[in-house]
């Protein structure tokens, strides 16, 4: 399991959100590349990065930031946000961003998903963000009438490399994650599935360390990082110990 601490970027800021609102946006550091920096000497393996202006524009607005962060570390970054055409997909991976998230695209053109995915191997993913069940779309502000589960199945034999399945009403209120709505969305789908939302402690990494949660590829932390909620080292470290044990075994 890859745990990726989360950057956020609001207005070339590292902040996060309380439920996807950008009214309730708390900057944690003004210096992005600083913060990936940070982590990466943590020793953290891989970061989620996420132009959340780019998300209600439809176009990138925090590329200098994006940049910034992609010249400070040596390890690998996915981005989401504002990632809505073929040439926005091939710039980031150009610029060395190892796999790009499509959110609001892959709801409303499953063939670009599908395009990216032959032309980019391995390093497309789909966010499936959910409020209440539904998919929501356009930096959250609109919500369809499908499923996470319909949503995966449109794609199950597109090459997605991952699906990050965020569980909005958790995001961003350390009241942990939603266990049973990403299990059952991994049991749905021979994608890999990363959690995302409500990470808060310890017990969540003990929870996505358990058997009833093996087919998960990771999860997605954020503001429990930030606040001091949870501890970098010691859940870097529990996680290193489950690989060891499941390699040994």
């Not at 963000?129 to 499923?147: F, K, M, N, P, Q």
Request: charged letters at 25%; hydrophobic letters at 45%; a negative charge.
């Amino acid at each position: 399991m890859i745990l990726f601490p989360a950057i956020d970027l609001k207005d070339g800021q590292c902040v996060r959100l309380i439920k996807g609102d950008m009214d309730q946006a708390t900057v944690f550091n003004d210096d992005p590349a600083d913060q990936a920096k940070a982590f990466e000497k943590l020793g953290f393996e891989y970061l989620h990065l996420v132009d959340l202006n780019g998300a209600f524009e439809g176009k990138p607005v925090n590329a200098e930031a994006v940049d910034g962060i992609l010249a400070s570390i040596d390890i690998p970054a996915q981005l989401g946000g504002g990632i809505r055409d073929l040439a926005t997909i091939e710039t980031w991976l150009d610029k060395g961003i190892s796999r790009v998230i499509l959110g609001t695209a892959a709801v409303r053109d499953p063939d670009l998903v599908r395009d990216a995915c032959r032309q980019f191997p391995g390093r497309v993913a789909v966010g499936l963000d959910a409020r209440g069940g539904r998919i929501a779309v356009e930096g959250w502000a609109e919500t369809s009438d499908l499923t996470a589960t319909e949503m995966a199945a449109r794609f199950e034999d597109a090459g997605v490399a991952a699906i990050i399945y965020t569980d909005i009403d958790r995001d961003g209120i350390l009241q942990g994650l939603n266990l049973d709505a990403t299990n059952a969305l991994a049991d749905a789908t021979s994608i890999p599935v990363i959690a995302s939302g409500g990470l808060s402690s310890i017990d969540d990494i003990s929870a996505l360390l358990a058997p009833d949660c093996a087919r998960l590829a990771g999860a997605i932390c954020g503001r429990a990082l930030y606040d001091g909620s949870l501890d970098a080292s010691q859940a870097l470290a529990l996680i290193a110990g489950a690989r060891t044990a499941a390699k040994a075994g």
